[in-house]
């Protein structure tokens, strides 16, 4: 299956006209004839579209919102993004997700593309203007002459005549479609809470006791505000949110567990008084410069949420508080005593598969093999590892149809470790969501390429380095 060239996604602010993105296509590859259907237009949707097309094959892209809205969505864009703003560090050498966003750049990721064209400064991080995004990623999709993007809910299995789906419906499938899946597989679906942080309006932070400062002055080195507590405040704080009102759940939510990489700020706290001010809290890498001689008990940090830089993003402080409880304790946090939030902190619940034990090697679920499945409804979790996963599904999906051969990429690289997780490498007993992670990769060992031995300190570059070369020897005959 050969190599194609993403979308150029150019500023916006507002949903632009598909004639102003410059498609860069293999115009001349045909089109293989019946189309693809792709159930979801979200990340994992848009990307695996996006490369069905771009391989030559016709794409039905279906998408339920305006006709049905969820409890996380505030628009009918395609790939919206519900909760943060980041695509984490963008840092290959040191971790696991730079190294997922250098690989899927290379293999003409769109939403990749779309946040390149979009970011905004995050230190480290690939953070991005969220609206300018998903209206890129919308307008891209809308004027590929090879996707009709149709709004309507699929809410039962596919018919039969669709012989190669995408179900990439996320962590907010309609629950008649979750039923019918439910229903083929004979598989209990999994279900966790995701808890989305609040967005606070920058003009409203007051920076006499607030400043501009990256952790260990990264990136530009005064990419985050932050809001300092002393001990005093910080366990006031603290018990706080402890005792503040939450929001109620259903019955049938009680036993929904959380996803350890995104809980809740005051569940956090329960863990114990001092668990924050060593986690999302932290001071460790900070010097406040209103107090230069000491170092606070904690820290709040805010990172910027749209290109305009109005609005930060409140890293960390996921949350499920009831609005009323929130304004009134985040408002005793130094600097914020006057917040004005443009979004409060809420949940939505998250649906996925038992993935290791219901797909196959190309996503293909064993009791029906005309479906794929893509994002986070497959148990992999966060925003790029949904799309990494929609990339993966929409080519094996286009090989499938021409006839070609897409082999899976190599376990040692990024995009291989989070695949071979989710198609068999983890316990299907024991199978919950998961960040992709160089302890997914095969064990670099104590000697790296060549035979030298790797230090502690130089694994994940080991990592990495390893992951690359097999990515060129993997994209070589492609």
């Known amino acids: 299956m050969g190599r194609h060239r993403a979308a150029t996604c150019q500023g916006t602010d507002d949903k632009p006209p598909p004639d102003r993105y410059i498609l860069l296509m293999r115009a001349s590859e045909p089109s293989a004839g019946r189309p693809v259907h792709v159930i979801g237009g979200g990340l994992a949707g848009s990307e695996a579209a996006w490369q069905i097309a771009a391989a030559g094959v016709p794409v039905v892209l279906h998408e339920m919102r305006p006709r049905r809205t969820t409890d996380a969505h505030v628009t009918d864009r395609l790939a919206e993004l519900v909760c943060s703003n980041s695509f984490r560090s963008d ?19 769109l939403v990749l593309t779309c946040a390149d064209a979009h970011r905004v400064p995050a230190g480290g991080a690939l953070a991005v203007d969220r609206d300018a995004f998903s209206g890129a990623v919308q307008a891209a999709i809308e004027g590929h002459p090879r996707i009709t993007l149709l709004r309507d809910e699929i809410d039962a299995l596919p018919p039969t005549d669709w012989d190669s789906v995408v179900i990439a419906t996320g962590p907010l499938t309609a629950p008649p479609l979750a039923d019918a899946i439910r229903d083929l597989t004979g598989e209990d679906s999994l ?10 309006h920058h003009h409203s932070i007051d920076f006499s006791k607030a400043w501009m400062q990256s952790r260990h002055d990264k990136g530009d080195g005064a990419d985050y505000v932050n809001c300092p507590l002393d001990r005093d405040g910080y366990h006031a704080f603290v018990d706080a949110l402890l005792t503040g009102e939450t929001v109620a759940f259903r019955d049938w939510e009680t036993n929904t567990p959380y996803f350890e990489g995104c809980l809740p700020i005051e569940v956090m706290a329960e863990r114990g008084p001092e668990t924050l001010a060593h986690g999302p809290m932290k001071p460790v890498g900070l010097t406040n410069p209103h107090d230069p001689g000491r170092r606070p008990h904690a820290v709040v940090q805010l990172r910027q949420d749209n290109a305009l830089g109005t609005l930060y993003n409140m890293v960390g402080f996921q949350t499920k508080l009831t609005h009323g409880a929130q304004k009134r304790v985040l408002r005793m946090i130094p600097g914020l005593e006057d917040a004005e939030f443009a979004r409060l902190g809420g949940l939505h619940r998250n649906t996925f598969l038992n993935a ?25 979790e966060g925003y790029v590892e949904s799309a990494a996963v929609g990339l993966l599904a929409g080519r094996f999906a286009a090989a499938e149809r021409t006839g070609r051969t897409f082999p899976a990429p190599p376990g040692t690289t990024a995009l291989g470790a989070l695949l071979g997780h989710i198609t068999g490498g983890a316990d299907a007993a024991t199978y919950q969501p998961m960040n992709v992670n160089f302890g997914l ?5 104590a000697r790296g390429p060549g035979g030298r031995r790797v230090k502690r300190r130089d694994r994940k570059a080991a990592y990495a380095s390893r992951a690359r070369a097999d990515l060129d020897a993997w994209l070589g005959p492609l």
């Open 441 to 445: 990769f095969p064990d670099i060992g």
């Open 191 to 200: 279900a966790f809470f995701v808890a989305i942080a609040p967005i606070v």
């Open 356 to 380: 290791p034990r219901l797909l196959d090697s190309t996503l293909r679920l064993k009791a029906r093999p005309a479906l794929r499945f893509a994002g986070q409804i497959t148990g992999c």
């Open 91 to 109: 840092d290959p050498e040191a971790s696991a997700i730079g190294l997922l966003h250098e690989e899927m750049r290379r293999l003409d990721s």
